[in-house]
């Protein structure tokens, strides 16, 4: 039997976390339709799992700028059997990454253990679902929506207003009967910030959590030309992830997961 998500997050001690992420969608900003048979998404899973994840997260639906909105059963259809597959064979936790509340349910049923919802549980019923499987939750701040991304950024106390946003969305969750050590918290870095902002985001992770352990998912993001200029992608994300580490975060959620679990083993 894998460990609950919470008992691994809230470890005392040690590197933090690292969530893979496995993308089943045509359409994602970085690594879409690189998986489009449930074989070959099984096998990155694996590779992933390989290479040093602690989690998997699995996702039907791209959040990037302008992505058009994928139906309630075709996302099913795309994350379930992914889901039942790995969960009954794989030795680490299955996160899903969905905001709809049918389709956590079921990824939960399927085996997920981790709800990762980048409209934070603001539809009380994504709360309902995770408090009534036992499922532990990441709690996303995103400014505007995925269709505004690139145009509409934070304004004024970026910091202090995603740090009040994601407690907020913690209690609240925590009233529906979500328990309190199954949440973690994520800024959205890359959700509706400047790179300014992404930069401060990595370099205050604990900060922003409070009492709460942080996820951050800095992985192939947009920001990290502006913070490591003439870095690859990977490259910049593994950097990035050492400061967050640094910092306090307590899951790093990314696509190169070799390279993030190397980089991480020098951060002392």
């Known amino acids: ?33 690189a998986h489009p048979s449930k074989r070959l998404a099984l096998e990155h899973a694996y590779r992933l799992i390989d290479e040093g994840a602690d989690m998997i997260d699995v996702g039907g639906e791209s959040s990037r700028p302008g992505a058009a909105p994928v139906s309630e059963e075709e996302e099913l259809d795309r994350v379930v059997g992914v889901i039942r597959d790995l969960s009954s064979t794989a030795t680490v936790p299955i996160s899903v990454d969905t905001a709809k509340p049918r389709v956590a349910e079921r990824a939960v049923w399927a085996g997920a253990a981790v709800i990762n919802d980048i409209w934070g549980l603001r539809d009380d019923a994504m709360a309902r679902v995770a408090a009534s499987n036992g499922a532990a939750v990441v709690i996303m701040h995103m400014h505007g929506s995925p269709a505004t991304l690139a ?13 009040r946003f994601l407690e907020e969305r913690a209690e609240r969750a925590i009233e529906r009967g979500v328990r309190g050590r199954d949440i973690i918290l994520d800024p959205g870095v890359g959700f509706g910030k400047t790179p300014e902002q992404d930069s401060a985001i990595i370099e205050n992770s604990g900060w922003i959590g409070g009492m709460r352990p942080v996820m951050v998912g800095p992985s192939r993001k947009r920001f990290l030309s502006h913070r490591y200029p003439g870095m690859g992608a990977d490259e910049a994300t593994a950097e ?27 951060v002392r």
Do not use: E, K, Y
């Open 1 to 33: 039997m894998t460990a609950h998500p919470s008992d691994l997050w809230l470890r005392p001690s040690g590197r933090p976390l690292v969530m893979g992420i496995l993308n089943v969608t045509p359409d994602s900003f970085s690594d879409g339709g």
């Open 151 to 163: 145009t509409d950024t934070m304004a004024g106390d970026a910091l202090g207003d995603i740090r």
């Open 240 to 266: 990035a992830c050492r400061a967050a580490a640094g910092s306090g975060a307590r899951v790093l959620r990314v696509h190169d997961v070799g390279g993030v679990v190397s980089a991480l083993g020098r």
